[in-house]
């Protein structure tokens, strides 16, 4: 190499010698690797520096390398010092030191995945890996310390010992997924991360899993296109989401003294397949020997070789009902669920029938929490004091189940009078609790009316972030629905405009203010930081005067003054600007231009993200079609981040939705001649463009389409069918329950009597 040129030269192995040669050349002899899978391969060449070396208790140099001036600013020291602080917690986690002398973490500018696990030399997008201090927010310094835990978990489950072939694909992705939460807790112990656990993986593996085009986690390989669509929420998410459940059955979550059954079970399992590859098999039996010792006295023999396989071989889950059984008795039972399961095209045989060994962790008033398996083609009654009507029972504790809980009507009253009354839960159960009402609303097992129910009951009580942005989610949701139904979407915005209006004063106005000196400084404390943020936010989308005010005037500054935005902010101030009425604010285009501008000369990737996410909300045809139009440029925008902008950014509002499948429509062969190497954002580009859709006519009109360009999706293939499935379910949603969210809503007044003082103003992109 020309030294000059391109100072870092990095492989998996430390460098050994450097060597002067002729003209200029460098030759560099690298140390002999420890035997390892060839797809961890790595090498980089590059004009790039390397941040100062963070050293592990067991000698290990750490350190974070990236454009220079990224470095120089300083971007690169949190990643690298969590990277060490990550790797000394793995080792007691796995209960095996870390093997290399080494450990690399490099920023790539232009890179398609979020991150690749190469032993000892990973490499990053870099809104993955870098974070200045000064200019990204909280949610930035979360996601970096979140991805490095994630590859970091892979030095060992991955690369120490690698699945045997790509079918078990998801041992490797969904351990990591579950490890990170681990990781990022024990790096960052104040941020209470764990809390986020079940708002993330479950609720994405649901958003797929609910469906028919869903798949098994492990499933058969013969083709490159499998190994692909394995890259996706099943693999991670449910992989995570499982293991969760797991660890509930291994040791249960509020068992006393605590136990690492779970853990030691993978501590043998990294131990007994070091430096060779196992099948998922393999961990089963492991879990299945430490259960069978130290388990099976408490909660029942077991064999958890098959009941891990009645949830890896079989795609779905279960929902478990709770009846009334007799005046002393509760019935639980199972049944497969389904957003539709009246649609059943493409639907799989299951060696199990859709039939599942089902942990369950359930308490009975303010008894202590106990443990029951209920087998597949059986049911299992509780013992249940009817005659008191202060008794309640409540099943899967801290939400850790991978299952849905569909109590009867007086269950469900009783329950819900506990919680008004002193019964607290934890913020997992009480997420849990909220999405999974909402996933029985979808299914037509629950009326709209118990879900909107539980939001008035969570919003008197809860004061915790996690809940407050389910009940966001869940609203959100429901206008999602509606949105080719304007008039019905603007008053269901108006219902909750309160909602926002309180958050807004208690958690958000003391904090963004139009005069800016007036203001006080965000709290430092992690979740009270992302609430403040998170309630402002709220407030902006639904347009409380104040706030917009705030941001309006805010954003004239940045114009005018070039006044920097705080970047926790950031997002917030851009996003109100670009979602007002064009017509009504014709400026509104001068001022697109004028973040696109910014977007061309940002040298910031997490910068970058937050402007064309906010030049997407923009509420002009013309103006979308033109964006969608520069993202082909790869002169102007990054091939890695093209389709991230195209099926996300552009598509977060109606009209954005309908700009970007007409978009789509005209250009496929194009998309799909320039993007052949972005695999992971073809699928993202798929679903995002089409899933939200809820009508018959697109539904035709983009099965028609593909109708003969099937082969032309590739890997994408499978987030097409998902999409497909998420469309019928959305038609079917709208059939069952648009009438509910009519009768929802409150009386309009006379218009010959009375005067309506709802809010006119509306933000248009917050759906």
Not at 5 to 29: C, I, R, S
Not at 92 to 121: C, I, Q, R
Not at 310 to 338: A, C, G, H, K
Not at 723 to 747: M, R
């Amino acid at each position: 190499t020309a030294e000059n040129d391109y100072p870092l030269v990095l492989w998996n192995m430390p460098v050994q010698e450097k060597t002067a040669v002729e003209d200029g050349w460098t030759k560099f002899k690298f140390g002999t690797s420890v035997k390892m899978s060839t797809y961890l391969l790595a090498f980089i060449v590059a004009d790039f520096k390397c941040t100062e070396v963070y050293t592990t208790n067991n000698g290990c140099k750490v350190r974070t390398c990236g454009r220079p001036d990224a470095i120089d600013a300083g971007a690169g020291d949190y990643s690298a010092e969590k990277s060490r602080d990550i790797i000394q917690h793995y080792e007691a986690f796995y209960g095996t030191d870390f093997p290399l002398k080494k450990m690399d973490s490099v920023a790539v500018p232009d890179f398609s995945a979020g991150a690749m696990e190469n032993w000892g030399l990973i490499l990053y997008r870099e809104t993955a890996l870098l974070y200045d201090n000064e200019k990204d927010t909280y949610n930035n310094k979360a996601r970096v310390n979140t991805v490095i835990a994630h590859e970091l978990a892979h030095q060992w489950f991955g690369n120490l010992v690698t699945m045997e072939w790509w079918n078990d694909l998801w041992l490797n992705e969904g351990f990591a997924s579950y490890v990170e939460w681990i990781g990022t807790t024990k790096s960052e112990p104040t941020w209470n991360y764990l809390d986020f656990q079940t708002y993330s993986d479950k609720s994405r593996a649901y958003s797929i899993d609910s469906y028919m085009s869903s798949r098994p986690t492990s499933i058969d390989v013969s083709k490159p296109d499998d190994i692909t669509a394995q890259f996706d929420s099943i693999s991670y998410s449910k992989g995570s989401a499982l293991l969760v459940q797991a660890k509930m059955f291994m040791d249960g979550t509020r068992s006393e003294p605590k136990t690492e059954n779970f853990e030691n079970a993978i501590r043998k399992y990294v131990e007994t397949h070091q430096y060779n590859n196992a099948i998922q098999e393999d961990l089963y039996k492991k879990l299945h020997e430490v259960y069978s010792e130290n388990r099976a006295s408490v909660v029942g023999d077991m064999n958890i070789v098959e009941v891990m396989n009645t949830w890896t071989l079989q795609m779905n889950f279960p929902v478990v009902s709770v009846r009334r059984y007799s005046d002393e008795l509760i019935v639980l039972s199972q049944r497969r669920f389904l957003i539709s399961d009246s649609d059943t095209s493409g639907d799989k045989s299951s060696p199990y029938g859709y039939q599942w060994y089902v942990p369950v962790e359930y308490q009975i008033s303010d008894g202590d929490v106990q443990f029951a398996w209920l087998k597949p083609h059986s049911t299992h009654l509780i013992h249940f004091n009817y005659s008191d009507p202060n008794a309640f029972i409540r099943l899967n504790i801290e939400s850790a189940g991978y299952y849905v809980v569909d109590y009867d009507y007086d269950l469900t009253e009783r329950l819900r009078t506990a919680i008004k009354g002193s019964l607290d839960l934890s913020v997992p159960e009480v997420q849990g609790m909220l999405y999974d009402t909402f996933l029985l609303i979808s299914a037509g097992i629950k009326p709209m009316s118990e879900g909107l129910a539980l939001i008035d009951l969570v919003q008197e009580k809860e004061d915790r972030l996690v809940p407050l942005k389910e009940i966001s989610r869940q609203i959100n949701g429901v206008k999602l629905h509606i949105a080719e139904k304007e008039d019905l979407a603007k008053e269901w915005k108006k219902k909750y405009y309160p909602m926002a209006e309180k958050l807004w004063e208690a958690h958000g106005k003391q904090y963004f203010k139009k005069d800016a000196t007036a203001q006080e400084p965000l709290p430092d404390g992690f979740q009270e930081r992302l609430k403040a943020i998170f309630s402002v936010e709220l407030a902006c989308g639904y347009g409380v005067e104040d706030c917009v005010e705030a941001a309006s005037s805010k954003f004239a500054s940045y114009v005018n003054d070039d006044t920097a935005l705080l970047a926790d902010f950031r997002r917030t101030i851009l996003n109100t600007v670009m979602s007002r009425n064009v017509t009504e604010y014709p400026e509104t285009i001068q001022d697109w231009e004028f973040i696109w501008q910014k977007f061309l000369s940002s040298k910031s990737a997490s910068e970058q993200q937050v402007l064309y996410y906010s030049l997407g909300l923009i509420q002009d045809e013309a103006t979308l079609f033109k964006f969608s139009n520069l993202c082909m440029d790869p002169k102007l925008v990054r091939p890695s981040d093209a389709l991230y902008i195209l099926g996300r950014s552009i598509t977060q509002t109606r009209l954005g939705r309908q700009v970007s499948w007409k978009f789509m429509k005209s250009n496929w062969t194009r998309i799909t001649e320039e993007f052949t190497d972005a695999l992971f954002a073809v699928d993202a580009y798929i679903e995002g463009v089409l899933s939200s859709f809820a009508d018959e006519d697109t539904l035709k009109q983009i099965t028609d389409f593909f109708s003969s360009r099937l082969e032309s999706l590739g890997p994408g293939r499978a987030s097409y069918e998902s999409a497909i499935q998420s469309i019928k379910g959305n038609i079917a949603w709208l059939e069952k329950h648009e009438s509910a969210v009519e009768d929802s809503l409150p009386p309009k007044p006379d218009p010959d009597g009375g005067d309506d003082n709802g809010d006119d103003e509306d933000n248009e992109g917050d759906e």
